[in-house]
């Protein structure tokens, strides 16, 4: 592909998004649109940055059945002089070129990232030749995986999809290249940003990479999916996500009357109706799930205490989140742009919340009820002890329904959490738009 036709490519592909997502996209958003999901874009990947990785990937792990055509070539009298020569001297060359353009770091993590993959096509060519199984089968009966293969989990031939991590594909040499090439676009953005003083931004996409954070609701475009978002809500989702202008200047915001921001930020730490909302809609997805480990599971419980019958420290009440003890969940959703959201602004948070409820704690536990504040970022970020409660009310979960595996139930909750927090923030910034601007 000719440079030329790369770039009419990547450009008739950034006009898509911004039409789709109905207006001007500055360069950064489409930039950062262009990278991988786990990396906080949305897999839009250019032309530009994705032909070499494409290449190099199919000349490493098409190398030993090329090599062996060659050989069955030259068995018939058909020879090619140094076929494999050329072929290697231009594998070469193109990773040499790949490499020159990451950091020393990721260029050696690239060397190696080759190195395996072309291993890896040395015993796909040795498994297939054998009549051996590229992939384990499973156990006949039982476990289920046998018939694993005959009907794929959604998402998983999309290698953006969170479940094609899970696919145990053994052709991923180009993700992973394209994953390098992401990382080194996205440190160079935050190093702009960081200059250009946005340090919202900034937070944004560090919130935005963390692992724990769920973007399936990018794929739920199906209104019957349970992590569809609605149309208006979707686009505005996403334009958050990228960081774009909603306006060309700050706004008078409807819910407070102060100044909103053009990029919407402060629209989280306002609209205390939509908040609510939000807030409400999460809870509803870890009682759903805590339901799934613990039939006796309550929601808003009251009378904890009989000193203080209007207590009300759990949405969610459960004995399925830590062994031997019942939990008060108590769910909240943070901004890192908030005042006092310091470093970490699930931590700080889930320290507040612990301070309001502080001298009710030894009381409740005596009870033995353990108060615990699951907190999430305005983005999808888990706090620690979030993921350690979600995890373990998978575990249980899979154990009652008689699950081989937890990831999958564990999976689902966080799609369905991601998606109620990215319905939030939609919420959260039309509640803030000047009325003319929301019609």
Known sequence: MSEATACQHDASLDAFITRTLGGDLPQLSLAQAAVGVTQGGLGFRRAADLANPAFLASRIEARPFVQRLFEAMTAQS????????????????????FKGRLSENRAARAQEMCERASEMAQQRLAAILSGGQ????????????????????????????????????????????????????????????????????VRRLTELRHETVSSEWLWALDPRAPASLEPDAYVAAVRLRLGASFATEPLLRRACRGTLDPSGYHAFCCAPGESTRGHKDVRDCLFDLARLADSTAEREVLGLLDAAPGLRPADVLTSAASPGLTSALDVGVASPDAANAGADCAEAMRVRKRATYARFLPALLAEGVEY????????????????????????????????????????????????????????????????????
């Open 134 to 201: 590229l992939r384990p089968t499973g156990a006949p009966v039982g476990a289920g995986q046998a018939g694993g293969h005959l009907l794929a989990e959604e998402g998983a031939e999309d290698p953006e999809h969170p479940v094609s991590n899970c696919a145990g594909q053994p052709l991923q040499l180009q993700h992973a290249l394209a994953g390098l090439v992401d990382r080194d676009g996205l440190d160079a953005m935050v190093s702009a940003l960081t200059d250009g003083g946005r340090d919202s931004d």
């Open 78 to 97: 058909v020879h090619v002089p140094n076929a494999m020569q050329h072929y290697d001297s231009q594998t070469d060359l193109a990773l040499q070129q």
């Open 372 to 439: 615990r504040p699951l907190v999430w970022a305005c983005w999808g970020r888990e706090h620690p002890d979030t993921t350690a409660a979600l995890t373990q009310l998978a575990r249980q979960a899979a154990r009652r329904r008689g699950a081989s595996d937890y990831r999958p139930l564990l999976r689902r909750a966080r799609a369905r959490i991601g998606a109620a927090i990215a319905r939030r923030a939609a919420g959260m910034l039309r509640a803030c738009m000047p009325t003319q601007l929301r019609e």
